[in-house]
T-cell receptor, first 114, second 111 residues
Framework: QKEVEQNSGPLSVPEGAIASLNCTYS??????FFWYRQYSGKSPELIMS????GDKEDGRFTAQLNKASQYVSLLIRDSQPSDSATYLC??????????????FGTGTRLLVSP | DAGVIQSPRHEVTEMGQEVTLRCKPI?????LFWYRQTMMRGLELLIY????????DSGMPEDRFSAKMPNASFSTLKIQPSEPRDSAVYFC?????????FGAGTRLSVL
């Protein structure tokens, strides 16, 4: 089982709709979760972080975390064509040395059509 | 701050040659990471440093890869000798209190 799993997509939604991106992880002791957006040919850009169960809202973005189910999601309300990108889920995994390291999923490609 | 700075942005080399990628982290960040991204494998962590000390290099694919961080403002990733399968985008990232920020990446092509 991969440490962080995402559906590769593409996920296609019309402009103005809600886009729902999902991620599951394998390490039960993970404490920190991140969503990155990556435009084609560009570097990943941090858009959300979440550490506690429940919802965290930032503008049009809402991150949802359920540690019991080992599940984290990202909702994008009022999707815009400019939101079209690959969204990477990242989870801090405790390394063997005791320090944490960030493991990324392979990403979900989102396409928002006008 | 200018963000994480990587150089070169693009590198084309021939198999067997030595390649050195460079990174300047954001000032004040205490962690530095080297990642490799390919279509097939996604974003893979190669190695990371804390306060200039290598902490975990378990992601380094083989002995041909080495990384150094001689001071808080500079790190290198070296591949010697390079092979075509090393072709990828290499990202450097730095972090403080958990949030990572990536450089623009170096696109490496080994012919």
């Amino acid at each position: 089982q991969k440490e962080v799993e995402q559906n590769s997509g593409p996920l296609s939604v019309p402009e103005g709709a809600i886009a729902s991106l999902n991620c599951t992880y394998s390490d039960r002791v993970s404490q920190s979760f991140f969503w990155y957006r990556q435009y084609s040919g560009k570097s990943p850009e941090l858009i959300m972080s979440i550490y506690s169960n429940g919802d965290k809202e930032d503008g049009r973005f809402t991150a949802q975390l359920n540690k019991a189910s080992q599940y984290v999601s990202l909702l994008i309300r009022d999707s815009q064509p400019s939101d079209s990108a690959t969204y990477l889920c990242a989870v801090n995994i405790n390394g063997n040395t005791g320090f944490q390291k960030l493991v990324f999923g392979t990403g979900t490609r989102l396409l928002v059509s006008p | 701050d200018a963000g994480v700075i990587q150089s070169p942005r693009h590198e084309v080399t021939e198999m067997g040659q030595e390649v050195t990628l460079r990174c300047k982290p954001i000032s004040g960040h205490d962690y530095l990471f080297w990642y490799r991204q390919t279509m097939m494998r996604g974003l893979e962590l190669l190695i990371y440093f804390n306060n200039n000390v290598p902490i975990d290099d378990s992601g380094m694919p083989e002995d041909r890869f080495s990384a150094k961080m001689p001071n808080a403002s500079f790190s290198t990733l070296k591949i010697q000798p390079s092979e075509p399968r090393d072709s990828a985008v290499y990202f450097c990232a730095s972090s403080f209190l958990g949030s990572k920020y990536f450089g623009a990446g170096t696109r490496l092509s080994v012919l």
